[in-house]
């Protein structure tokens, strides 16, 4: 006799891990949660941060929202059984971090837990939202789903960190992570795009959040509100396709390198300092390092603060858009990236120059790619530079 589908169900559970809502809730940023209900019981509201994935089309389009199969996912449905038979079928499919909530968003909701309106994307809105990217040969259709599948960290959400966010936001990159464990204060807005004056207190994170959601609900935006330290940083940037440098201090853009060679990641650089900034590329072992470029960080009395150099708002702005393009560029696989080049541009005379430099073979970061460097804080070799902050 075939089984019931209560039998089927209480089979699936018995093989998943079931999540409940206390704890889901404290980690919603950090997980890809995906709503496998039909449109119409989306419309009537959601859980915060989620994706409409409806069940009969999961497995054909799961992999491209999330390509990595050990991405941490929470599916749920109404009231826990279609979510537990789907994580079973996914776990057979290779999926190896895949769990239900138990009790669905009917469980989840009668504990007074957040509910969101649900936001409706008509495939006449993609196309009209995406228009101008979508008819470029380079982009079409086919680039842009690779953009929605693209995880993209920006580490800093300050100067740089705010128009590369913000452009990568609009271009349709799926998973933007957010690392940084400022606070919003006044003296940021001068440069500081993704913040404004009601913010003021708040964790730049948080902030950066609601504005990019505001421009497109499309995205998926992780925060991560800690400052990037030897001791968290693979974990952090594990995962993603491309690393954005938007940190404004020597320690932590070593410290960014050196995990980026642990990871393998791509790195986006950019710095500014006064009227001036810096971009380029970095490609772990097919192209120079940042240790390559500058092999010891700067005596600490030229590394002067931001707050000590100044700098002029619309720099940063400049720089990091540069970098936004540059990580479109990467996610894309057109154009030549900045890799062996440094552009530099100063606003002062409208003056870009391009500098190539080698990938030194005795580098202590890259030199030998079966021993990556051990991951140090560097905060007693250099005070913080001149940068994006």
């Known amino acids: 006799m075939a089984p019931t589908y209560h039998e089927l169900v209480a089979r699936a559970k018995a093989q998943i891990h079931e999540i409940s809502g206390a704890e889901l809730q404290p980690c919603l940023d950090e997980v890809l949660l995906v709503d496998i209900r039909e449109p119409h019981e989306h419309a009537l509201g959601t859980l915060p941060g989620a994706v409409l994935v409806p069940q009969g089309v999961l497995e054909s389009h799961l992999p491209v929202i999330a390509p990595d199969q050990d991405r941490e996912i929470v599916l749920f449905c109404e009231a826990g059984f279609r979510s537990a038979l789907a994580a079973a079928a996914l776990q057979e499919a290779g999926y190896t971090r895949v769990s239900s909530l138990a009790g ?10 957040p509910v969101a309106a649900a936001t409706r994307v008509s495939a006449a809105d993609h196309l009209a939202r995406y228009h101008r990217q979508l008819v470029l040969p380079q982009v079409g259709e086919e680039g842009q789903r690779r953009l929605a599948a693209s995880r993209v960290v920006v580490v800093g959400a300050g100067g740089l ?7 990568l936001a609009a271009a349709g990159v799926g998973t933007i992570g957010l690392v940084d464990g400022d606070t919003v204060e006044l ?8 913040h404004n004056s009601h913010r003021l207190g708040q964790p730049k994170v948080e902030s950066a959040r609601r504005t990019l959601a505001d421009l497109n609900p499309e995205v998926a935006v992780q925060t991560h509100p800690v400052r990037l330290i030897a001791a968290n940083a693979l974990e952090l940037l594990d995962g993603y396709d491309v690393v954005v440098d938007g940190t404004d201090s020597f320690p932590t853009r070593y410290l960014v390198n050196d995990a980026s060679l642990h990871l393998r990641t791509p790195v986006v650089h950019g710095s500014v300092f006064r009227f001036e900034g810096h971009a380029t590329t970095f490609l772990p072992y097919a192209g120079p390092c940042y240790r390559c470029l500058f092999p010891a960080p700067p005596p600490p009395e030229l590394a ?14 400049i720089v990091g858009s540069i970098q936004a393009a540059e990580t479109l560029k990467l996610l894309l696989g057109i154009g030549e990236p900045l890799v062996g080049r440094l552009l530099t541009y100063n606003v002062l005379d409208q003056s870009p120059l391009l500098f190539r430099f080698d990938r030194d073979p005795e580098c202590p970061a890259c030199g030998d790619e079966g ?3 051990e991951l140090v804080d560097y905060d007693e070799m250099c005070t913080p530079a001149g940068g994006a902050g």
């Open 371 to 373: 021993h990556p460097p």
């Open 104 to 113: 669905g968003i009917r469980a989840w909701a009668v504990a007074g837990r």
């Open 187 to 194: 003296s940021n807005l001068q440069r500081q795009i993704l």
């Open 161 to 167: 960190g705010s128009p590369a966010a913000l452009y």
């Open 304 to 317: 002067l603060p931001c707050a000590e150099a100044g700098v002029l708002g619309a720099v940063p702005g």
